[in-house]
C-alpha cells in the first residue's frame, strides 16, 4: 500500500470512524481502522461489531494493499499535521505503516488485517436512496429523545421504520417521544433500530 491523500479530508474521515471504535474492553482488532486502496481513492472501515461505518476518500494511488492500525492514535496524529498531502506507505513486510506529512514522520505498528471483522455487502434491491441533508436534519430532530441509559439498550436507539410513501424515524427515552418523516424517501416494508 502506498498512497497520497489531504490531510484535512483524512482526518475528517478518520474522526467519523474512530467514534465506531470501542473506546476499551473490546477486541484489540475492533480498536482499529481499516486503510484499503480503492479504484477511486482510499476506504476507510471501522466497526464494533454492532455498528459499522466505511468511508471513501480520493486518493493518489501509487500501490494497492489494506492495512489495519489503531483508530486513535492514527487519528490524533493526523489531526496535529498541517493541512498538507499525506503519504501513507507500507514498509517492513506490511507490519509498519509509514506517514509522511511534510517534515513530518511516523511510524505506526501494523495490527493482521485477516482478523478485522467484515461488513455484510450492501443488497441493492433493498436500499433507499435518501438526500443527505433531510437525514441529517430528521436524525438531529429525533436522536435527541433517545434515552442514554443502558439498562433499556432499545431506547437508546432510532427506529427506522421504511413504507412506500415514505420513511419515518421514532426515538423515545420512555417519557418523551420525537418523530420525523422523509416522504420523498421510500422503499421496500421494513423496521431497522439504529444506535442514536
Not at 83 to 91: F, G, K, N, T
Not at 191 to 196: E, G, K, R
Amino acid at each position: 500500500m502506498d498512497v497520497v491523500i489531504d490531510q484535512p479530508a483524512l482526518g475528517r474521515a478518520l474522526r467519523l470512524a474512530s467514534r465506531v471504535t470501542p473506546a476499551r474492553g473490546a477486541a484489540p482488532i475492533l480498536q482499529a481502522v481499516l486503510l484499503k486502496t480503492e479504484a477511486a481513492g482510499l476506504g476507510l472501515t471501522a466497526t464494533d461489531t454492532q455498528l459499522g461505518v466505511t468511508v471513501g476518500l480520493a486518493a493518489e494511488n501509487k500501490k494497492s494493499g489494506e492495512v489495519a492500525i489503531p483508530a486513535r492514535l492514527l487519528t490524533d496524529y493526523v489531526a496535529h499535521l498541517p493541512a498538507e498531502p499525506i503519504r501513507l506507505a507500507l514498509e517492513g513486510a506490511g507490519k509498519r505503516l509509514r506517514a509522511t506529512c511534510g517534515r513530518f514522520i511516523a511510524m505506526f505498528a501494523t495490527v493482521d488485517c485477516g482478523d478485522f471483522p467484515r461488513l455484510p455487502e450492501v443488497d441493492e434491491a433493498t436500499a433507499v436512496e435518501v438526500d443527505a441533508s433531510a437525514f441529517r436534519d430528521a436524525t438531529e430532530r429525533v436522536a435527541f429523545a433517545a434515552a442514554r441509559d443502558e439498562t433499556r439498550p432499545v431506547l437508546t436507539a432510532v427506529l427506522l421504520e421504511f413504507g412506500r410513501e415514505a420513511v419515518s424515524l421514532a426515538a423515545t427515552d420512555g417519557f418523551r417521544l420525537a418523530r420525523a418523516s422523509l416522504p420523498s424517501a421510500a422503499g421496500r416494508a421494513g423496521q431497522l433500530l439504529v444506535p442514536a
